[in-house]
Every structure is written in C-alpha cells, then in structure tokens.
C-alpha cells in the first residue's frame, strides 16, 4: 500500500503563485509514476501533471502547459506541483495519485487539497 497525504493549497488571487506538495509513504518503491490532478466543482476529475520516478519525464496537460512545473525528490518521496499564473479557472481540489508499473488506471490517491483563485 502507498499512503499520499496533499499540502499546501489555499487562497490565491489571480496571477499569483502556490506550490502544492505530495508526501508519499508505504510501498512507494512499487510505484513509478506520479500524478497531479484537479475536480473542479460540476466537472470531471482531470490530470493535471505527471512524472515518473526514474528518469524524471513529465507530462502536462495543454491547460496548464508553461505555468505549471511537475518535479520529485526521490530521496524524500515527495511530489511537488509549482503553479504560477493561476487562473480563476485552476481553481479545484487537488490530488496527488500513484500508479504502478504497467497499470492503465492510477493505483492510489491522496485525499485532496483545495486551491481557490480569486478574481
């Protein structure tokens, strides 16, 4: 089992930045890629960013595409999602998620942190 626990969201005006964090415990060596995502209030859940473990490659998704930055700290099995430029849009709860080797669909998820962008 893998444990992720968000911190770091809250209140921020438009243009301004948060860095949001994922700490990851348990069996996190069975995992090998990770994610951000949001849920926004009416919508679907929607990945946000994502990283691997080994070798660092990230994704990102086409709306947050240069405002946002997807990094790991391997030794501290952290996760961190630096979002600059925030948008009234980006406002949404958070998850961190872990996924296994060869999975189509995400493993484990962390319970969520909000993030509000005022106008």
């Known amino acids: 089992q893998v444990q992720l626990v968000e911190s770091g969201g809250g209140l921020v005006q438009a243009g301004g930045s948060l860095r949001l964090s994922c700490a990851a415990s348990g069996s996190t060596s069975s995992t090998n890629v990770m994610g951000w995502f949001r849920q926004a209030p009416g919508k679907e859940r929607e990945s946000v960013a994502t990283i691997a473990w080994s070798g660092g490659s990230t994704g990102y998704s086409d709306s947050v595409k240069g405002r946002f930055t997807i990094s790991r700290d391997n030794a501290k099995n952290t996760v961190s999602l630096q979002m600059n430029s925030l948008k009234p849009e980006d406002t949404a709860v958070y998850y961190c998620?872990?996924?296994?080797?060869?999975?189509?669909?995400?493993?484990?998820w962390g319970q969520g942190t909000q993030v509000t962008v005022s106008s």
């Open positions: 998620a872990a996924r296994r080797p060869f999975r189509t669909t995400w493993d484990y």
